[in-house]
């Protein structure tokens, strides 16, 4: 498995704002992704974050609202910019070891 | 498109057995995941089925058939730290990326 370790674990930010949340592993992975999970939600893929190259995004995300920055295989940020009380949900990253997918521990946030 | 579809909610007895049935329809399969995920917590990693049969893992056990697109989790010995959402998810290969695509989730209640 991996040990993923996110920053900041939780965040009350105000309209109009972005936050960057950074996700740590402790060893080199391929693949990397980001998730949203909407209050009462299940997950939802926003884009898989490629080391030395642009982010892939899903249907519905761009990357002017999300940017994502890679810059080597064991770190990622995901930006949340301009940020309205629709993007209050958790955001978690996660990494693909062999063949299975381990998810970090999360990032709460809540736009006022 | 992807189709995952799983029961919203079941409830169960300490000490029974539970199955919870996880049915999908993709574009292409590479494997099923199951999540565990306690309310405020990150997905914990369960279970990883890409070919045909049962993977038992302790009290956890992971059925996959593909041809029928159908996948259960089983829980023997319920307890009470097990009522929690259990997640099902399908890695899909394509258009050449490797993401996961998630269920809604079901809600686990464990009662004495």
């Known amino acids: 498995s991996a040990v993923i370790s996110q920053k900041p674990s939780r965040d009350i930010c105000q309209r109009g704002t972005s936050l960057t949340i950074q996700c740590q592993v402790d060893s080199q992975v391929t693949m990397m992704f980001w998730y949203r999970q909407q209050p009462g939600q299940s997950l939802t893929l926003i884009a898989t974050?490629?080391?030395?190259?642009?982010?892939?995004?899903e249907s519905g995300f761009v990357i002017d609202k999300f940017p994502i920055s890679r810059p080597n295989l064991t770190f990622s940020t995901l930006t949340v910019s301009n940020m309205s009380p629709e993007d209050s949900s958790i955001y978690l990253c996660?990494?693909?070891?062999?063949?299975?997918?381990?998810f970090g521990p999360g990032t709460r946030l809540t736009v006022l | 498109g992807q189709n995952i579809d799983q029961p919203t909610e079941m409830t169960a007895t300490e000490g029974a057995i539970v199955q919870i049935n996880c049915t999908y329809q993709t574009s292409g399969f590479n494997g099923l995941f199951w999540y565990q995920q306690h309310a405020g917590e990150a997905p914990t990693f369960l279970s990883y089925?890409?070919?045909?049969g049962l993977e038992e893992k302790g009290r956890f056990s992971s059925f996959l058939s593909r041809s029928k697109g159908y996948s259960y989790l089983l829980l023997k010995e319920l307890q009470m730290k097990d009522s929690a959402s259990y997640l099902c998810a399908v890695r899909d290969p394509t258009g050449g990326g490797n993401k996961l695509t998630f269920g809604t989730g079901t809600q686990l209640k464990v009662e004495l």
């Open positions: 974050a490629n080391q030395g190259s642009e982010a892939t995004y």
């Open positions: 996660s990494v693909e070891v062999g063949s299975k997918e381990y």
């Open positions: 089925n890409v070919l045909d």
